[in-house]
């Protein structure tokens, strides 16, 4: 696998990496988008504080955003628990292609059973805006590991 740390290739590693990493302490559900994109979609509502998603989801506070949209922290109001939303932005949600890969994502995500991965707890369709939820990670973001220990070493240097 060829890593680079810089452009858009990077962008895409690290977004896939924080996916992965799961419960490995590096994550946080962060990735790098404009969340304004995402935010004021043609026909959807906007992603704010308080908003309620599929009638039990309430959310709480944007923790980044990437290329294919934001995340979430979210409240599930039946359970009382935090989860982690990931919601595909409207210019791509457009693309009945890309909404179909957003659902395939989901569902090979949810059938991954390690603690590298955060588990998919949920995935649908809200006002035309895809989702997925997952579980919430506390942890340190990648930008923030690498910024005070340096760059993660290739699995084969270890």
Known sequence: M???????????????????AGRGRLNRCRTTCDAA???????TSKLERGVVIAGRY????RLGSGGMGAVWRARHLQLDVDVAMKFMSPRLAS?????????????????????????????????????????????????RRMARRGALPLAGDR
């Open 37 to 43: 994109d995402v935010a004021s979609g043609s026909g």
């Open 95 to 143: 693309s009945e292609e890309l909404r179909e890969r957003f659902e395939r994502e989901a569902k090979a995500a949810a059938r991954l059973r390690t603690r590298h991965v955060a588990r998919v707890l949920d995935h649908g369709v809200d006002q035309d805006s895809p989702f997925i939820v997952l579980e919430l990670l506390e942890g340190e973001d990648l930008r």
């Open 2 to 20: 060829e890593v680079t740390l810089d452009g858009s290739r990077w962008r895409r590693v690290r977004m896939w990496w924080l996916s992965v």
């Open 58 to 61: 309430g959310l709480v506070s």
